[in-house]
Structure formats: structure tokens, C-alpha cells
């Protein structure tokens, strides 16, 4: 089957080689613009465009993919089926009636859970147990289209939202595969997602990855692996300034310290929560690399009365 894979971050890899090792025949790709990243805030291709390009590929970069111009280069590429993972942009009705068999999306939850930009993350945060993928076709709706196919993963007691989203990508890519196979020889019906057990996952900002040390402690560590790596999750260290935070542990055995209260020892740094301490794994000061918490402190000299968090941000 002749298909255009639609996506643009690293999460997207795994779906594109996969589709390139498979039987079916990817014509082009089609991804977001150029843009800049990076501390130097350089202008540079999405990973989907570098990945796509070592491949041969022909890559489409619209700013809005709409218009005569792309939807006649979609007819000229004779497209069946057009794969989506993490395309990035809204795709209008006059675009998804041209491929045979539309365009087909792998979202990392199992609908109608999780629908929007950040599934993995607010799964997390929810402190789901299990998760999954599901391809579904798309519609002009947000992630609202009939299911094709999902699967399952079980959401590990320290996973981040960076680990959990690479075993779904990569599992997920073998999803795709098969049900573009699976709808090739005819043999998918789409089910259409339930009214039942929607919620929504918006895009987290940075406001989201403050920690509220006056919540409890399970609470602390779903955020802080749930904004870990993006978009950080982070706290105010006592003078001031931002602390990136990277994972937590728990530690259910030691109460008595008030939220954010820092209790240094020798190694390990504990901040109390709402209900027991949690020991810091690494940080980051403000524009330096992450290091141990216990460097950290040891640098900083921290006071017995040091607190976390404070009142300005």
C-alpha cells in the first residue's frame, strides 16, 4: 500500500522505520517546518525531516497543510493510507478525503482516555496503572475517530513520561504496521469510541512542572516523573532561584518534616511533602547541569532552616 507517514518529533522515529521495513510503500513524508531549538535557538529540521531525508524521501513542509497546492500533490503521490504519529498541526476535511483508507493516528492512550497533545504525561499524573496505544482513524474531531486497533503497557513504579512514551512508541509501531495490513486486505471494521470515560490531556506548560511541596508525597513523584523530561519539573531553591528537580523517591519512613523543609544528610537530601519525606535524585541550578542532590547542597551550604519552594513564583 502506497502510504505518506505524517509526524515530527524523535517519538515518531520508531513508526517511520518501521513503515519503511514493512511491505507497505512510503512516498513521502510529511512534517512541520523547520524551526528553532536548542540553547542557540538555530533554525533546524524536525528528527521526522533528518530521519526522512537519510532515507530518500520526498518531505512535504507546509505551514498549514491545506490548499490546492497540497491537496494536489497528495493525489499525485496516489496515497492509500496517510500513518500519523505526532504530526503537530490540524489536518481539515479536505485533506483527509484524499488518501483511500484516510488518515490513521497512533495516540499513545487507550481512547477515549487521555484525548490531546500529552497523553503519557496526565496518565501519570493521574497515577493510571495501565495505559496503552490505540490507532484510530482521524476526523475533524480532537482524537475523537473510530478505533482500529490498541494495545496495552502497564505504567512501572518509576517510569517517566520520557521511558513510558518510548516503549509505547516502539510498541506502537508494530500497531501500525498491522493495521495498515490489516486494513490493506480488508479485514478492520472501526469501532467507534464510546461516549463513556472521556477526559482531555492538554499540553502541560511550565507552570505545570512546579512542585507543590504541601501536597503529599505521592502526588510530589507522579508530577515530577509525569514532567520529566519535558517540561521539567522544577521547584525554588532557597535563594530564589529556579531548581530543576529530576525523580524522586520516597520515603514513607521518614515524617516530621514540613512541606519543602530540607533535612541534609550524608547521602541524601530529604524535603518533607504533606504526608512523609521524599529524597531528591539530581537537580539542576539555574543554567547549570544536573547533579546529585547531595553535591548540590553541599555547594549551596544549606542552612538548617533552608526551605524549598518559598513564596515567589
Known amino acids: 500500500m502506497r502510504v505518506l507517514f505524517a509526524g515530527t518529533p524523535d517519538v515518531a522515529l520508531p513508526a517511520l522505520d518501521a513503515l519503511v521495513a514493512s511491505q507497505h510503500e512510503v512516498v513521502g513524508v510529511l512534517t512541520r517546518p523547520d524551526a ?60 483527509l478525503d484524499v488518501p483511500t483508507h484516510g488518515w490513521v493516528n497512533l495516540h499513545f492512550s487507550l481512547l477515549p482516555a487521555w484525548r490531546g497533545a500529552a497523553p503519557v504525561q496526565h496518565a501519570l499524573l493521574a497515577g493510571d496503572e495501565v495505559t496503552g496505544a490505540t490507532v484510530f482513524r482521524i476526523e475533524e474531531g480532537l482524537d475523537t475517530g473510530p478505533v482500529l486497533g490498541t494495545l496495552t503497557e502497564s505504567v512501572r513504579a518509576r517510569d517517566t513520561s520520557g521511558d513510558l512514551l518510548d516503549r509505547l512508541a516502539h510498541a506502537g509501531s508494530g500497531l501500525l504496521v498491522a493495521t495498515l495490513d490489516a486494513l490493506e486486505r480488508g479485514e478492520l471494521v472501526a469501532v467507534p469510541q464510546p461516549d463513556e470515560g472521556v477526559s482531555l490531556a492538554p499540553r502541560l506548560s511550565s507552570d505545570d512542572g512546579r512542585i507543590r511541596w504541601e501536597h503529599p508525597a505521592l502526588a510530589t513523584d507522579r508530577r515530577v516523573r509525569a514532567c520529566t523530561p519535558a517540561p521539567g519539573a522544577w521547584t525554588l531553591a532557597p535563594d530564589g532561584g529556579r531548581l530543576k528537580v529530576g525523580p524522586v523517591r520516597l520515603r514513607p519512613e521518614v515524617t516530621g518534616l514540613a512541606p519543602g523543609a530540607v533535612r541534609v544528610e550524608r547521602t541524601e537530601v530529604l524535603v518533607g511533602t504533606a504526608t512523609h519525606a521524599v529524597a531528591l535524585g539530581e537537580v539542576a541550578p539555574a543554567g547549570r547541569r544536573a547533579m546529585p542532590a547531595t553535591d548540590w547542597a553541599r555547594g549551596a551550604r544549606l542552612t538548617d532552616d533552608a526551605v524549598l519552594g518559598g513564596d515567589r513564583g
Open 36 to 95: 528553532r531549538a536548542g540553547r542557540g535557538r538555530r533554525t533546524a529540521p524536525s528528527p521526522v525531516r533528518a530521519r526522512a531525508e537519510e532515507l530518500g524521501l520526498e518531505v512535504l513542509t507546509p505551514e498549514r497543510p491545506r490548499g490546492e497546492e497540497f491537496v494536489a500533490r497528495l493525489r499525485e503521490l496516489d496515497v492509500a493510507c496517510a500513518p500519523v504519529v505526532a504530526y503537530g498541526a490540524l489536518l481539515p476535511s479536505e485533506v
